[in-house]
Structures are given as C-alpha cells and as structure tokens.
C-alpha cells in the first residue's frame, strides 16, 4: 500500500500561470481533502470531498478548483496563480467509520513568484 | 467563532525530561478533538482522538487527556525521536467533517 500520494513535490510558478496538483490514494477511502498549510497557522481546508461525484467548498476555496475524478483520485487546480497560493498543500483521506482519522500525503511545496 | 490555541510555539528538553503541551479550544458543542504529529518535510500522522471531558488515551511515551476547555499532551521521559512538531484539532458540533487546527508546537528532544 502506498498510502496517499502527492505529485509533484515541490513546483515554482510565475504569477497568473495554472497547475493541477495530483492526489490519490489505494486504501479504498471514501472522503478525501486538501488543505493548505502556511508558517504560523493552522492547516485550513480548501476543498473537501465526501464520495466519488461530490465535492464542497471549505474554509478558503477562492482561487482553488477540484475534480474527484473517481473513487482514488482528487486534484486540485489553480486556473491563474497568486502570490499569496505559495504554500505548502496536503491531500487526505478517511475510511468510512474513521470518524475524522486522517491519512495525509507528503505534501506539494509551492511557490508562486 | 470556533477556535485551537496551541502552547507553546516550541519547546525545547532534554531527553528523560518530561512535559506536556497545551491545547486550549473554543467550539459550540465537541465532536471530537484530535491530535497529530508532523515530521519535517512530511503529512500529518495521526494520534488520538478524544470525545468528551475526563477521557484518556495513551501511546507509548505520549498521554492525551482532555477537559472541557483543553486538552494536555504529556510526554514522559521523551527520545529524541519524539522531536516533531504535534498538531491538535477540534470539530464542533455543527460540521459533519470540517476541523478547525492549531498551528501546532515544535517539541524538540536534545539528547
């Protein structure tokens, strides 16, 4: 088992410029997220997913869209960076009963110039 | 506004020296308060999660507990190994699966 898997690892973007950033995961989970983590503060959500099809806004969506592209996979696109999107992004995902026990990937480090 | 406060930000000890970190919370009505620990470089990896004041959860050399207002992460006789940053997270009553996080508290363990 791989677990959750995060691609790329790290990427530099100049201002206005897209990218998707790639999640997925093998264990057969049925919600997955993607939060954002910045020094000082807490992660925050950007965009969650409950089950293949569904998705909802979280706590900082703007800027941010996603795709549940089936069961395994939920990317994460930003149509025209900024500046202020340079953070570090973590996908996660939880089994149905977990109740919030989160398995999270090893992140994408970006940096929007 | 539902709200985690982590203290410290960092903390240093040297090995054996045992301590505990603190995580005061402010949400309308707990479903769960949770905590992780984080790596250098790496994801979150869950802990604990407690559900009501007075419970008590252990691993190893690590302890949760929790009150009504807080929740205390003890930390016996710590390894170098235990150096990481530990995160705590809250849901409250009126989300079915958004959390609200503290920034965390860099513990690290001199040997």
């Known amino acids: 088992n791989a677990g959750v898997t995060q691609t790329p690892k790290f990427q530099v973007l100049k201002t206005g410029q897209s990218m998707t950033l790639q999640c997925a995961q093998d264990m057969n989970h049925n919600s997955m997220y993607w939060y954002r983590q910045d020094p000082g503060m807490g992660l925050r959500l950007i965009y969650y997913?409950?089950?293949?099809?569904?998705?909802d806004k979280g706590e900082v969506p703007n800027g941010y869209n996603v795709s549940r592209l089936n069961k395994r996979e939920f990317s994460l696109r930003l149509e025209s960076a900024a500046p202020s999107q340079t953070s570090v992004y973590f996908c996660?995902?939880?089994?149905?009963?977990?109740?919030?026990?989160?398995?999270f990937g090893p992140g994408t480090r970006l940096t929007v110039l | 506004e539902d709200q985690v406060t982590q203290s410290p930000e960092a903390l240093r000890l040297q090995e054996g020296e045992s301590s505990s970190l603190n995580c005061s919370y402010t949400?309308?009505?707990?479903?769960?308060l949770f905590w992780y620990r984080q790596d250098p470089g790496k994801g979150p990896e869950f802990l604990f999660t407690?559900?009501?004041?007075?419970e008590e959860k252990e691993k190893e050399r690590l302890k949760a507990t929790l009150t009504k207002k807080e929740s205390f992460l003890h930390i016996t006789a710590p390894k170098p190994e235990d150096s990481a940053t530990y995160l705590c997270a809250v849901q409250g009553a009126d989300s079915n699966y958004q959390l609200i996080w503290g920034a965390g508290t860099k513990l690290i363990i001199k040997p």
């Open positions: 997913s409950a089950s293949e099809g569904t998705t």
């Open positions: 949400v309308s009505g707990l479903r769960g």
């Open positions: 996660a995902s939880i089994r149905a009963g977990a109740y919030n026990e989160q398995f």
């Open positions: 407690l559900y009501s004041a007075g």
